[in-house]
């Protein structure tokens, strides 16, 4: 059992609270993701959970045991940094077993242990090369079998994608959800790539100024966003979230409603506006508009649409896509 439970933890830096009281439950086998901004205390709490950071308050407990103030190598954990971090002189192969050696276990444990990390991985061929001989992602996967061979009951992962190009990412992402299936442990993950939580995650948890604004399966949190933080955060391109007349129209602070579930007419609709920019990506086409009484917004329409900066447009939000947040913090969809 490797659930992970955070109950009412605390960090502060001096007189700096980075998170004030965070209470947070991570079930066995699941792919956590923490995703937030640059500063919200995702990186720092992942930290709290290895043990590299202290805890100012409040317990951590890793597979029902509290190890809130163990150290690192005594948790069952094991950590992906962004940093390959890989011994340039070293092969695959000894990158891999290192942990293992310096623990002193038997050859033929390292040698068997490595082996069956590199077939998950698919680094067999690649065992005698050295780091300098290997691409970012295969670098990326030496790495997460150097934690794999540990046989951890959790692994954390501190932003391993981001210094690869787009193409190894998404390449990246699925390897890992693969290796997830694979492995059913604990995966706990944290990015600032909102497209890397909704792909990999069974649990997001949402994080701004070191508190959780919601958490939930993916799909929950794209059609039932608690907050306008939440909504603007999950999705791409992000939700339109009006304020003003539009919002206190329908009684609500802010009215929103995501870029593909606005309709398009040259014939009419609710609002009129004139396109500023218009994306032709093939599959979809991204429009900027500015809207009559509205503002700015942004509209996704499938497949290539023949429309120009310049072109006039009527809009209409789809019933029963839009989210109306409300002063007492309620929402609703309409």
Known sequence: MAEVILNNVQK??????????????????????????????????LRMIAGLEDVSGGQVTIGGED????????????????????????????????????????????????????????????????????????RQRVAIGRAIVRNPK???????????????????????????????????YVTHDQVEAMTMADQIVIMKSGVIQQSGQPMDLYKRPGNPFVAGFIGSPKMNLLEGRVAKDREAIVFGVR????????????????VRHAEH????????????????????????????????????PESGNVHLFRADGSVERV
């Open 12 to 45: 502060r830096f001096g007189s700096v609270e980075v998170i004030p009281d965070l209470s947070l439950r991570i079930a066995d086998g699941s792919f956590t993701v923490l995703v937030g901004p640059s500063g919200c205390g995702k990186s720092t709490l």
């Open 67 to 138: 190890v809130t103030g163990a150290e690192p190598d005594k948790r069952g954990i094991a950590m992906v940094f962004q940093s390959y971090a890989l011994y340039p002189h070293m092969t695959v192969r000894q990158n891999i077993g290192f942990a293992l050696r310096l623990a002193k276990r038997p050859k033929q444990e390292i040698k068997e242990r490595v082996e069956e990390a590199a077939e998950i991985l698919k680094l067999g061929p690649l065992l005698d090369r050295k780091p300098r001989q290997l691409s970012g992602g295969q």
């Open 154 to 188: 959790v692994f954390l992962f501190d932003e391993p994608l981001s210094n690869l190009d787009a193409a190894l990412r998404t390449q990246m992402r699925v390897e890992l959800a693969e290796l997830h299936a694979k492995l059913g442990a604990t995966m706990i």
């Open 259 to 274: 870029p593909e579930h606005i309709k398009v007419s040259d014939e009419g609709g609710e609002w009129r506006g004139v």
């Open 281 to 316: 990506l093939g599959s979809d086409t991204v429009v900027y508009v500015d809207a009559e009484k509205v503002g700015a917004l942004t509209v996704r329409l499938t497949g290539e649409v023949p429309l120009r900066a310049g072109s006039p447009v009527w809009m209409t």
